[in-house]
């Protein structure tokens, strides 16, 4: 059964940083390419980021380009999230998700509350 935890979250004052970790296990890991995604309450669930499966290509989201960095590490199974410049709006759950389309397969985390508050 594929795993994908996400570690990193918690409070953070408005103007800090975070750096969220999406970690997966039984996985062919370097077949998938990988997003965060995020769901504040009431709100419908919003890509943030994606990176192609091999790191060479990546896509954010309007309300997030330039304060946040997708990245991956293929050897360690690990997706990271890299957030600077947090604001109130970044409140949220976040997940991680892993996508092969070419397999018809897609796999979800548990989700990270980050919490953007003074």
């Known amino acids: 059964q594929v795993h994908l935890v996400e570690s990193g979250g918690g409070l953070v004052q408005p103007g800090g940083s975070l750096r969220l970790s999406c970690a997966a296990s039984?996985?062919?890991?370097?077949?998938?390419?990988m997003g965060w995604y995020r769901q504040a309450p009431g709100k419908q669930r919003e890509l943030v980021a994606a990176?192609?499966?091999?790191?060479?290509?990546?896509n954010y989201g309007d309300s997030v380009k330039g304060r946040f960095t997708i990245s991956r590490d293929n050897a360690k199974n690990t997706v990271y999230l890299q957030m600077n410049s947090l604001k109130p709006e970044d409140t949220a759950v976040y997940y991680c998700?892993?996508?092969?389309?070419?397999?018809?397969?897609?796999?979800w985390g548990q989700g990270t509350q980050v919490t953007v508050s003074s």
């Open positions: 998700k892993a996508e092969w389309k070419v397999a018809g397969l897609s796999f």
């Open positions: 990176i192609t499966s091999a790191g060479m290509s990546t």
């Open positions: 039984r996985i062919t890991f370097s077949a998938y390419s």
